[in-house]
């Protein structure tokens, strides 16, 4: 069966510093992968997408980047963090639409 | 365009049952159903395609009126599990390229 594994779990940042979050997948090929971000209290926002090695699609323009550099890891970057860059992000993959949500990553911001 | 839940907000005693919808001004090609616990992450309901299809999940159902760009969650029986922050997510064009999530309707469900 197909697993999402995301990490850190929890993450304290001060403002301008770098950051890099990492998602994979296991259990499944060449899936869709996706980065969403919940502010507190708030729905869903799509950040990014991918449908393959190093095709990156950007909804949102943002000091935010994301690559994916294997099949199933999909990372999401920053050079330096800015306190609205807090909140819980959740990486999603689905082999056509986005179906399954990862554990997700808090990141507090300082 | 981000779709329209509504209620924003339902309490309800346990075995009550509930409808939650969504509505979006763009044509939907998919309405996907997730419910999110505090603190977690959002856990996949059910999908819905576009032809009207209706979808059973235990005793959680969803329809789907693609002229009415509509979907309604449909929970009968609550149980005190249920509770939690419901969110529809839409799609326009079918492909992989992401959903949008309404702001979400909060279920309490009281013993």
């Known amino acids: 069966s197909q697993t999402i594994h995301q990490w850190p779990a929890t993450l304290v940042q001060p403002v301008g510093s770098p950051l890099s979050l990492e998602c994979t997948v296991e259990g499944t090929s060449n899936p869709n992968l996706y980065w969403y971000r919940q502010a507190a209290g708030r729905g869903l926002q799509l950040l990014f997408y991918?449908?393959?090695?190093?095709?990156i699609s950007s909804e949102v323009p943002q000091n935010l980047s994301a690559s994916r550099p294997q099949d199933r890891q999909f990372i999401l970057s920053s050079k330096k963090l800015l306190l609205s860059d807090s909140g819980f992000y959740l990486c999603?993959?689905?082999?056509?639409?986005?179906?399954?949500f990862g554990d997700g990553t808090r990141l507090s911001i300082l | 365009q981000q779709p329209v839940q509504s209620p924003q907000a339902v309490i309800l005693r346990e075995g009550e049952d509930a409808v939650i919808n969504c509505s979006s001004s763009k044509a939907l090609y998919s309405v996907h159903w997730y419910r999110q616990k505090h603190g977690e992450a959002p856990v996949f309901l059910m999908i819905l395609l576009k032809g009207g299809e209706q979808k059973g999940h235990e005793k959680i159902s969803a329809s789907f009126n693609e002229k009415k760009q509509q979907s309604s969650l449909y929970l009968t029986a609550s149980q005190l599990s249920y509770s939690g922050t419901y969110f529809c997510g839409t799609s326009s064009g079918g492909g992989a390229d992401g959903l949008t999530f309404g702001k979400g309707t909060h279920l309490i469900i009281q013993p």
């Open positions: 999603a993959w689905g082999t056509g639409q986005p179906q399954h």
């Open positions: 991918s449908v393959g090695i190093g095709q």
